[in-house]
């Protein structure tokens, strides 16, 4: 009804301005007007004579007709100047028809907020428009016009119009506050002080009845004045009105309130700051109390979205203390105190504490609504929101305390979830019955979310069928209600008028809507699996138990619960195709929604396409049925064939059975492959579509539904698609690390810039912030300015970029399924092309035909079923075994620094003493056989590994055995050269494998799998997806194209490096040996000579250590000082401590980056800031951490007292290598667990022996580490130094992989025996590229 009359007082004005425009027009009163106002020199004002206009259509006087034109539409300057006429009379809108403005401006916007409350958010724009002429052409505030803008752009962007909405910022301008303004707020402040001043002064003076020319007594009274005017200023003891707050006047202070509180919801914090400033230092030299508390209010809102949450507690008190008596102003400040608590991720019981305030404001509140009965409706809505939030937070704790699916089975945890359900049920049902019926549609679609978590958690039947039920049901309430919000806004307008754009309410139920579809595909699966295990069961039966079982059978007895099931099961699949079409036709241009709907869409679709086929699902079961094909074929191989044709007899009721069974599967499979066509189709326009807006979890989820519509018919169309669901799975966990490694905003740019893109995508449903400026504008800003973000981003192309990648990466795929019930496992290859045997019936017209070129490819897929117990006990064992590694280091580091201080202190004894302090030499047997016994766990562990993987290890074995050599296509070879002395040997066959696993395989040692252990593979290493290798030899490239001789010049601009000693270490250039070795093809150059190293930074080597890193890499550094370490720079923990800016320096300034030393690499750098570096020409970096010391275990506990557990699960070695890959790094060597400091020593030496000595490759490297027997010996190394590589034909160089590969003198000890793999072998793996090389530059 108001907004009708809003609208009946456009129509009026605009028609009544008609004719007056006419006349006007006529008399040349605009131009009269227009050269007036130039004659007396006027300045435009800074609001609509600056701005754009739309173009305009019709008459000025035409009313909009459209939301569109509404969201743009700007009174036209002739319908201002006929408002202003006397013959308008009071038809138009000016002073005289509005004669308080500010009151109606308050009123209106009152109005605005009731719309969007209540989702008529489209009604609002006539209002606000109307607010627009108001504050401009009546009020004539360029602020407040600037809040209208503000405001008018929330609503154009919930809408979805994103063009109204920028056409607004641009009227809105820069948000600060204007000078003019500013000025004026001053000067009315001074004003008031001396009048205040004055009146202090004349108290004083009538009081102390004084001599005005006694100076002393004047300086009393001037301090005394002013002691008065600080309390009274300070205080606020000002005159207040007994009726509130009055409304008519427009107070500055008001409007940079708003404006602030209306900048901080779309993300601009640093305008919002200085406006509230200004507006607190004017509210409290007036003593506005409201207006202070507000601001207050305002500074706790902006603290939080700053991540401040102790200093947001602290704003909220303030307010409280400030203004009492108001029930939602206390409700607004006690929320926002929950949210700072429950935010904060510091405070391990931050849950618990936000639990204990909720329970004190329902205690409060409970109080408040029994002393108060005729607000019952406010405190009703009050005590609703607190105890539906109470039983959220305690959700999260139980959830938190018990993170596993089994642990939710357990009485404690389902009582404790029963209760939150409980609480959040009762808070719905209480707002359902005052009236707010959005805010029950949330609670419910949480309180559904719940009861299906614990239906999935639970293994028994009927209590998973009784939780499905009821979470349906909730759902289904929660879907009903927001139908009918949404009917009510959508009836008040014509549809078409309503397609353009997109409504929240319409937002929410198509939200609504698929989070029950999410639900009803669940049960669709579990329904289909139960469905399946009957079948099988049934076809397991013979025909004797068939015909007893018809015999005896009885109808069954249904329960209630059962009977409920099969109604909600029986069309479960046409019901969940209703449901997601409708939300897919109602989110018009929101691509999330979009996106998720068709997903849901395809996933129905292969579902119902399983369902539909008659025999079991045989996609993943494909060599299984070939190997019995063979078999029967061989069984059947020289039978003779039997005539059955003549026998059957097609009238017999045993050929129309079979005939019609067999019909009926026909048909049955045909739906089934329409159903399979039609979900690839859909989820791979899904698939597009996220990929596009970087939705990664929903392009992940539609990639591993189009890898089960295909399976293993396409083996390279799956392994393609479930690498796809890989690299979207390992950008959201590597996203998750950079959020938590970047908890506090205000440690870095980049910190700041990632948490206000989480809070503006928090509600994104409602507000749809994601297609406003702000967030674009931080997006490409993280993108523009660090590789993270860069290396988070899953490429459109990612099925074609495995192309682009060297032809010699062999990549093994193995990831689980988002709830760990399958495990996947997949081999990509490019096709490689083959010459094809020639045919035979063909004469060829050469002698030296080349046959036509087939492609073969090693693409093989396969799926294995497991659980989310099995991999989780898998994970936690083998995080047990690093433990106690690490106990068992510490003790023999105990044991050894004891027996070293023993013998220190009996050698400055005499002989004598000493025979009688000594005591018999015994063997240190109890630590030999905790060894021992760590060594046999290490074995039974990873033949645990062997058993979970063995199903997808055989098919790499497959894939990667040693090929046998056969006799060469004598096709392609001239006739003369057909003898087999002039073939020669034949090339040896290597692979260059990649290992991608999700995070839980990559705590295990893979490369232990004995199906890598193939002679073949000579290079080895591990990754986190195709995506993210797939970055680091893309960058790798372009950073190789910027190092050519070109950009040399750019390098004279460069500024001098901050490294001291680097000049010095240039002078020794001349001092090298020339290093004469070539980049092989599809390889990469290291440069030895920008090395950077750290070692044992804190000292905490004892004295007694024999094995020192310093001293070690001291003997490193000398042995290769002619040729590689000259110019290797660092810092030794014997020269000082360096800060974290150092590390961060040669981190930086570096090709190669090298730690070695005592516990963690990340605890001397914090993740926030290693984060935040780009280093992509830092190329490989070795961490040789983990080993302890006595003293560096003391350290290391009292540093790790001060961290979170969210900080302290960053520094694990696979969170580590994640962090460090984000970076820019290519290729890192990490440590999986703890080592003692001799073994971090032999790995130092035998890797760059490896790398610098003998030149092989990052991935050759590593594979020597994991079978150090296949290493050759040193006496076999001819001039390691100056080798090289296999291209150069004829030289010496070559003879290493010529005549030494053909006289093979390794293989005969390896056929003899080889020896039993060690746990010490498999601990330092390498994340990243393989074909790394160091050259010297």
């Known amino acids: 009804m108001a ?57 000025p006087e035409a009313l909009p007709t459209s939301h569109e034109e509404w969201a743009q539409y700007d009174v036209p300057d002739e319908v201002i100047e006929a408002c202003k006429q006397e013959a308008i009379k009071g038809a138009g809108i000016n002073n005289k028809t509005i004669p308080k403005p500010g009151l109606t401006y308050h009123y209106m916007d009152l109005l605005v907020s009731f719309l969007r409350d209540i989702g008529y958010n489209h009604l609002a724009l006539p209002i606000l428009a109307m607010m627009d002429f108001i504050t401009r052409d009546i009020l004539k505030s360029r602020a407040l016009n600037t809040l209208v803008h503000l405001k008018s752009v929330e609503v154009c962007i919930e809408l979805n119009m994103p063009t109204a909405a920028l056409y607004h910022e641009n009227l809105a301008g820069e948000p600060a506050i204007d000078e003019d303004e500013l000025a004026k707020s001053r000067e009315e402040m001074e004003v008031l002080k001396e009048k205040q001043l004055q009146v202090v002064k004349e108290e004083i003076r009538s009081k102390m009845n004084i001599d005005k020319e006694d100076g002393i007594e004047l300086r009393a009274i001037d301090k005394l004045k002013v002691e008065k005017l600080k309390k009274n200023t300070v205080s606020g003891k000002t005159e207040a009105s007994h009726l509130g707050k009055p409304l008519g006047k427009v107070e500055i202070r008001d409007v940079w309130t708003e404006t602030a509180h209306a900048l901080i919801k779309q993300g601009v914090y640093q305008p919002a700051r200085e406006m509230l400033n200004e507006a607190h230092k004017n509210a409290q030299c007036f003593g506005d109390k409201e ?33 009492e008596g108001d029930e939602m102003f206390w409700f607004d400040t006690a929320w926002l105190m929950i949210d700072a608590t429950a935010a904060d991720k510091s405070n391990r019981e931050c849950h618990r504490e936000a639990r204990k305030m909720l329970i004190h404001a329902l205690n409060v509140y409970t109080e408040v609504a029994s002393e108060r009965p005729n607000k019952e409706s406010l405190t009703g809505y009050i005590l609703a929101r607190l105890e539906a939030r109470l039983g959220s937070i305690q959700v999260k704790i139980a959830l938190e305390t018990y993170p596993t699916e089994a642990d939710l089975v357990k009485p404690k945890v389902n009582e404790a979830l029963i209760s939150a359900c409980t609480k959040m049920a009762n808070g719905a049902n209480k707002l359902l019955d005052l009236g707010y019926l959005r805010e029950s549609v949330t609670i419910r679609t949480e309180h559904g979310g719940i009861l299906w978590k614990l239906a999935q958690a639970y293994p028994d039947k009927d209590t998973k069928h009784s939780y499905y039920m009821q979470a349906m049901h909730i759902f289904r309430k929660a879907v009903h209600i927001a139908e009918e919000i949404c009917e009510n806004v959508q009836t008040l307008m014509p549809l078409q008028e309503l397609r353009n754009h997109c409504l929240p309410v319409q937002r929410e139920l198509v939200d609504a809507k698929l989070a029950m579809s999410d639900c009803m595909l669940d049960i669709l699966r579990v329904y289909i699996d139960e469905e399946r295990d009957k079948q099988l069961q049934e076809m397991r039966k013979g025909s004797v138990e068939k015909v007893l079982e018809e015999m005896i059978s009885q109808s069954p007895d249904l329960s209630q619960e059962e009977r409920d099931w099969i109604d909600l099961t029986k069309c479960i699949g046409e019901d969940v195709m209703s449901e997601v079409k409708s939300a897919h036709n109602l989110c018009n241009g929101i691509p ?3 996106a998720r709907a068709l997903y849901n869409i395809g996933k129905a679709l292969r579902l119902l396409a399983v369902h539909k086929n008659p025999n079991a699902p045989s996609l993943w079961e494909l060599d299984e049925m070939n190997m019995l094909k063979m078999e029967e074929a061989l069984l059947t191989e020289g039978e003779t064939e039997e005539e059955t044709d003549d026998t059957m007899d097609t009238t017999s009721k045993t050929y129309i059975k079979y005939s019609t069974a067999i019909t009926t599967a026909k048909t049955q499979l045909e739906n089934s492959h329409k159903y399979f066509l039609d979900a690839s189709e859909i989820l791979t326009q899904a698939l597009n579509l996220a990929l596009q807006h970087q939705f990664k979890d929903i392009a992940g989820l539609a990639a591993l539904e189009i890898a089960e519509c295909f399976g293993q018919f396409d083996p390279a169309t799956t392994s393609m698609h479930l690498a796809l669901y890989q690299s979207c799975q390992s950008a959201i966990y590597m996203e998750d690390l950079l959020m938590r ?29 994601s297609i406003g400026t702000m967030m674009k504008t931080i997006n490409k800003k993280l993108e523009a300015d660090w590789q993270a973000l860069r290396r988070l981003v899953v490429l459109p192309n990612h099925l074609d970029i495995i192309r682009e990648l060297p032809g010699d990466f062999n990549i093994v795929v193995m990831q689980h399924s988002p709830d760990k019930k399958y495990l996947y496992g997949a081999i990509l290859d490019k096709p490689k092309t083959v010459p094809a045997a020639p045919e035979v019936s063909k004469k060829p017209d050469k002698k030296n035909m080349v046959p036509p070129l087939q ?92 058993t979970y993987l063995k199903p997808i290890s055989q098919q ?105 000693g680097l000049r010095d270490a240039s002078k020794k ?12 093809p599809n390889c990469h150059g290291v440069d030895t000579n920008n090395f950077r190293f750290m070692v044992d930074v804190n000292s905490d080597c004892a004295e007694t250590e024999q094995d020192k890193p310093e001293e070690l890499f001291n003997s490193l550094m000398n042995r290769y000082s002619q040729q590689f370490t000259t110019r290797w720079l660092g810092i030794m923990g014997s020269e000082y401590v360096p800060s974290v800016g150092e590390w961060e320096l040669y981190l930086t300034e570096s090709t190669s980056f090298l730690f070695y030393g005592m516990e963690r690499f990340m605890d001397y750098i914090p993740p926030s800031k290693l984060v935040t570096l780009n280093i992509p020409e830092c190329l490989m970096t070795f961490l040789f951490d983990m080993a302890n010391t006595s003293q560096s275990f003391l350290t290391q506990s009292k540093r790790d007292v001060k961290k979170n557990a969210s900080i302290l699960t960053l520094e694990k070695p696979v969170e580590t290598a994640a962090l460090i890959s984000l970076t820019g790094v290519k290729t890192i060597f990490t440590n999986q667990w703890h080592c003692a400091l001799v073994e971090n020593g032999t790995k130092l030496m035998d890797l760059m022996k490896d790398l610098l000595e003998r030149g092989h490759t990052a991935g050759e490297t590593a594979r020597y580490l994991f079978v150090p027997f296949r290493r050759k010996p040193d006496d076999e190394d001819e001039e390691p130094v100056n080798d090289q ?53």
């Open 3 to 59: 907004q009708a009359y809003v609208m009946g007082i456009w129509e009026s004005a605009l028609s009544a301005s008609g004719p007056i425009i006419k006349e006007l027009s006529k008399s040349g009163a605009f131009d009269k007007a227009s050269s007036a106002n130039k004659a007396k020199g006027k300045k435009p004002e800074k609001d609509v004579s600056v701005k754009e206009k739309p173009k305009r259509k019709g008459p």
């Open 291 to 323: 207006t202070e508390a507000r601001i207050l209010y305002i500074f706790g809102l902006l603290s939080y979205h700053e991540a401040q949450f102790a200093q947001a507690i602290n704003f909220c008190h303030e307010a409280q203390m400030t203004l």
């Open 592 to 594: 999330n929604l979009k």
């Open 741 to 769: 490694a970047q908890q506090d905003p205000t440690c870095s740019q980049q910190a700041a810039l990632l948490h206000q893109r989480a809070l503006l995508l928090e509600n994104d449903t409602t507000t749809n912030l």
């Open 855 to 946: 492609s073969v490819t090693k693409a093989r897929v396969v799926r294995i079923e497991t659980s989310s117990r099995s991999i989780s006990k898998l994970v936690e064992k083998f995080k047990a075994h690093k433990h106690e590694v690490m106990l068992l280091l510490l003790k023999a580091e105990y044991q050894r620094t004891a027996i070293a201080q023993r013998q220190k202190m009996l050698a400055n004894l005499d002989d004598n003493s000493r025979k009688e302090s000594e005591e018999p030499a015994e063997e240190n047997t109890e630590l030999e056989e905790d060894i021992e016994n760590m060594e046999d766990d290490f074995k039974k562990l990873t033949g645990a590994m062997e």
């Open 956 to 1060: 790499f074995y497959m894939a990667f055995r040693p090929a046998t050599v056969t006799s060469q296509n004598t096709a392609t070879i001239p006739e003369g050269k057909k003898d087999k002395k002039d073939l020669g040997p034949p090339e040896p066959v290597t692979e260059t494998l990649i290992i991608m696993a999700d995070p839980n395989l990559l705590e295990m040692p893979l490369e232990a799998l004995s199906s890598f252990q193939s002679d073949t593979v000579v290079s080895l290493t591990r990754d986190f997806s195709l995506q993210m290798l797939y970055h680091r030899n893309y960058q790798d490239s372009q950073g190789e194209e910027s190092n050519k001789k070109p950009a040399a010049k750019d390098d004279k601009n460069k500024p001098p490096s901050r490294i001291p």
């Open 1069 to 1080: 250039q001349a001092k090298f040996i020339p290093l004469d070795r070539n980049l092989p």
């Open 1285 to 1337: 590589p296999p291209e150069n034909g004829g030289k010496d160089g070559e003879t290493e992989n010529g005549s030494q590969v053909e006289d093979k003198p390794e293989p005969e000890p390896e056929s003899e025996a080889e020896p039993e793999p060690e746990r010490g072998w498999y601990n330092m793996v390498c994340y990243g590229l393989p074909n790394l090389i160091v050259v010297q530059v």
